[in-house]
């Protein structure tokens, strides 16, 4: 084989190699797989889009999960009786925020239900917006136990994405918090 026809076949070769890598991509993204993803809330299947979900804010406002400001939602979902260990978790949450830094903003805190009541739940309305809604979208990831809360991660386009039942870890939950804030940027 002479030199000009061992470099056309090198170059056929490297462009097989190529196409054979996008082809085998195309055809398992038609097929629905998606690579495995390490995040600590459980992957919410069929998605459910929230973005048409009727949520009227505490003020009476309407609550959007999507807007200009591309913000993902954590939208907490109390059980019955949301009180003293209910409230702990849940300053856990803020406190998984916070520790968000620069991109804290880019993470809003929802209270999907009938507001916490007591001394221990002064303050409350200053880091979480307090809201209800008429919808039933939600209502099977809500906590079902009196003083407990879990949570649903809502992407900034409005897709419920990861729910956290009640219990959860709150440090998992601001791995998978931190993870979801980096792909924002």
């Known amino acids: 084989m002479d030199l000009r026809n061992r470099r056309r076949l090198q170059a056929v070769v490297i462009v097989a190699i190529f196409a ?10 038609a097929s629905g797989w998606s690579p495995p993803t390490r995040s600590y809330g459980k992957q919410i299947r069929p998605e459910r889009n929230l973005a048409q979900m009727p949520v009227q804010l505490g003020d009476g406002k309407p609550f959007a999960f999507h807007g200009r400001d591309a913000a993902w ?13 209910c409230l702990r978790e849940l300053d856990l949450v803020h406190r998984a925020q916070i520790t968000l830094d620069k991109q804290a903003d880019m993470l809003r805190l929802l209270y999907l239900g009938a507001p916490p009541q007591g001394a221990a739940a002064e303050g409350f309305g200053k880091v979480w917006a307090l809201a209800t809604t008429s919808s ?15 949570a649903v991660l809502v992407t900034p386009s409005g897709k419920a994405m990861l729910s956290y039942p009640a219990g959860f870890d709150p440090t998992r939950l601001r ?4 993870k979801a804030v980096k792909v924002a940027l």
Not at 20 to 29: D, E, L, Q, R, Y
């Open 73 to 85: 939602t954590l939208v907490a979902l109390p059980g019955p009786d949301c009180a003293e260990r």
């Open 175 to 178: 791995l998978d918090l931190k």
């Open 20 to 29: 054979a890598s996008m082809i085998g991509a195309a055809v398992m993204m």
């Open 136 to 150: 039933q979208a939600l209502e099977d990831f809500r906590a079902k136990t009196p003083d407990s809360v879990s």
